[in-house]
């Protein structure tokens, strides 16, 4: 059944992947010339060319590690309220 929980599951594996296969840089640079992956083509098309969209990335990579703590503390009770 697919629920909303579903997605942040797969949200929670596909950090852990991109920061295991982050180490190997075969893995990376094969990742990113696949159609695999949409985030690396789509940052480099705009990587010195668009500010706002880098300045969306930089709040991304400060928040990606705090949202991802906050994920495992979610998904162990999700009915659970987490406060801010």
Excluded at 36 to 56: I, K, Q
Excluded at 57 to 64: H, P
Aim: proline letters at 6%.
């Amino acid at each position: 059944m697919n629920v909303p929980l579903d997605w942040l599951r797969m949200l929670r594996v596909e950090l852990a992947n991109r920061e295991c296969w982050a180490e190997y840089q075969e893995i990376t640079e094969g990742m990113a010339g696949s159609r695999l992956d949409s985030f690396t083509p789509t940052f480099r098309a705009r990587a010195g060319v668009d500010t706002e969209a880098m300045a969306h990335l930089g709040r991304y990579l400060e928040n990606v590690g705090p949202a991802r703590a906050r994920l495992e503390q979610f998904l162990a009770d999700p009915n659970e309220r987490i406060d801010p």
